[in-house]
């Protein structure tokens, strides 16, 4: 059984900085990509940013130049560092993984994190 727990989430005024951490444990074969979500209310969930296990990266628009993910493969973990945070970043951010076990790659979600940017 596979379970991400993520960290780092909280309360920041506008322009400051949040690290997100989310970190994978149990039988796991090979992580490809690791991902972060977001979900705001009333809005659906989107892509933040990605990373692959060749260390390539992609990211929404909305958040090219502020925020960097990063990956650790020997800690199973992977970062956002979120800098010069708006209002409307004001979400429930989520870890998304792509892992192998036994053969078999499916993506598995974290318990999210509360991100509240405050004006």
């Known amino acids: 059984q596979v379970q991400l727990v993520e960290s780092g989430g909280g309360l920041v005024q506008a322009g400051g900085s949040l690290r997100l951490s989310c970190a994978a444990s149990?039988?796991?074969?090979?992580?490809?990509?690791m991902g972060w979500y977001r979900q705001a209310p009333g809005k659906q969930r989107e892509l933040v940013a990605v990373?692959?296990?060749?260390?390539?990266?992609n990211y929404a628009d909305s958040v090219k130049g502020r925020f960097t993910i990063s990956r650790d493969n020997a800690k199973n973990t992977v970062y956002l560092q979120m800098n010069s945070l708006k209002p409307e970043d004001t979400a429930v951010y989520y870890c998304?993984?792509?892992?192998?076990?036994?053969?078999?790659?499916?993506?598995?979600w974290g318990q999210g994190t509360q991100v509240t940017v405050s004006s």
């Open positions: 998304n993984f792509r892992i192998t076990i036994t053969g078999v790659t499916r993506g598995y």
């Open positions: 990373i692959t296990s060749g260390g390539s990266t």
């Open positions: 149990g039988s796991i074969f090979s992580i490809n990509a």
